[in-house]
């Protein structure tokens, strides 16, 4: 495709914020083209239009950090799992922000009737989300629910190599909806930053985990199309212990958004 070669994994690595603008372009061109197409679910539609377009940069990114572990196993032995994967965690990061605020804004210039349009299936999601909260949500609730998003991460990463891409593209459009919601109740664009603020202290760790677990998937996979060799079994603790981190954010999180943010 066109628009994930704009972007090589090498100038990726060198300049990530190139993979900032990316998550930007992709996401307006994929809400233009959901709403021409499908106005009924334009939210979700874009979604697959976001995955379907960063997908083949994200499979040669997965198989770079497979070859790299592979390559620089008894080196990386020595690091921890930040510090191993640093460079995809970066990218995915990097992706993630252009996505969430290309889109915060959006929501945000856009007149009501055409935002609520656009981002109907976000908005619903949201007070969805709000009335559990409303009637109390547990910390094993909250637990359980992220621990499904983290699973299906790293399974959708297993099966597809970079599958983990499009629930990772749904939740930056849940939380562009809910920062645009937000700063506008606070004001609008000068309420942007305390509305970040509202959800980075367990948001920003869930997120994380995700990114970790959809990595862990995308290298697990690749591990096993080429389980003959014979760093196959440091791929594979690497991946568990990725998904162990992975799950410690999680309970971390629930417990900030349990007793700091609910209090």
């Known amino acids: 495709m066109v628009l994930e070669r704009l972007v090589s994994v090498r100038s990726a ?43 083949p940069f994200m499979l040669d990114f997965i198989r770079y950090e497979g070859a790299n572990v592979e390559q620089k196993a008894e080196e990386l032995k020595k690091m921890n799992i930040f510090q191993r994967h640093r460079n995809v965690i970066m990218i995915y990061t990097a992706f993630f922000a252009g996505m969430v605020l290309t889109q915060t804004i959006l929501y945000m210039m856009i007149p009501e009737q055409w935002s609520q349009k656009l981002f109907e299936d976000q908005v619903n999601q949201i007070n969805l989300i709000r009335g559990k909260a409303t ?16 699973m299906l991460s790293f399974l959708f990463s297993f099966l597809f190599g970079a599958g983990a891409i499009f629930i990772l593209a749904w939740n930056a459009s849940v939380l562009s909806v809910a920062i645009g919601m937000t700063a506008k109740s606070l004001g609008g664009f000068k309420g942007i930053p305390l ?31 080429k389980r003959r060799t014979e760093k196959f079994g440091f791929v594979i603790r690497d991946s ?15 417990a900030i958004e349990t007793t700091i943010i609910v209090a």
């Open 13 to 55: 690595l060198k300049q990530p914020f190139w993979v900032f603008i990316l998550g930007g372009i992709i996401s307006t061109i994929s809400l233009a083209l959901s709403f021409l197409i499908f106005q009924e679910s334009v939210g979700l539609l874009s979604n697959f239009f976001i995955t379907f377009a960063i997908m």
């Open 135 to 150: 009637f109390g949500g547990t910390f094993s609730t909250i637990l359980v629910n992220n621990s499904g998003v983290l």
């Open 195 to 225: 509305a970040v603020l509202t959800f980075f202290p367990h948001g920003s760790l869930e997120i994380l985990a995700y990114f970790i677990g959809g990595i862990a998937g995308g290298l697990a996979s690749v591990a096993f199309t």
């Open 240 to 254: 568990i212990e990725m998904m162990a981190a992975a799950f410690a954010l999680l309970v971390i999180a629930a």
